[in-house]
């Protein structure tokens, strides 16, 4: 697999690298416990400054999710119906990503258990989530 060439903030490096191995990171407030995603140099629940990375379990449960049908830009025409989604990890932080292998968006509802998988994309791997088995 090549390597995630890296070119964002300097924060969000271990995400990127995490994302290359196939790990899914996000950090945990060494002050609070709060537990979040996207990397940010401050915990978002009460602004500590030191945390650790953690590694995540791979288990979701689907908060929400939309169906694009018309793309919302020129750009995305060839990629139309996509879906968009709102996932909560076990661990607690909540990412936006992808809902992949749904042949039956009407058995898809809040609270559906997931699991983590991965895409890739020019090169790079996503983490995407599907309906746990």
């Given at each position: ?9 300097e ?8 994302l ?23 915990c ?7 945390w ?13 999710w ?19 989604a709102?996932?909560e990890?076990?661990e607690?932080?909540?990412?936006i990503t992808?809902l992949?292998?749904v ?6 509802a809040?609270?559906?258990k ?20």
């Amino acid at each position: 697999m090549n390597a995630v060439s890296f070119e964002g903030a300097e924060i969000e490096r271990f995400y990127w690298e995490g994302l290359s191995e196939k790990e899914l990171r996000f950090q945990h407030c060494l002050a609070c416990g709060h537990r979040w995603l996207p990397p940010s140099e401050e915990c978002p629940s009460c602004l500590g400054s030191e945390w650790e990375i953690q590694k995540a379990s791979g288990v979701a449960r689907l908060i929400s999710w939309v169906i694009y049908h018309v793309p919302p830009h020129p750009d995305f025409t060839d990629l139309v119906p996509y879906n968009v989604a709102l996932v909560e990890l076990d661990e607690g932080p909540r990412t936006i990503t992808n809902l992949t292998g749904v042949d039956d968006w009407e058995s898809i509802a809040p609270e559906k258990k997931l699991e983590l998988t991965w895409e890739t994309y020019e090169e790079t791997p996503l983490a995407r989530f599907r309906v746990a088995r």
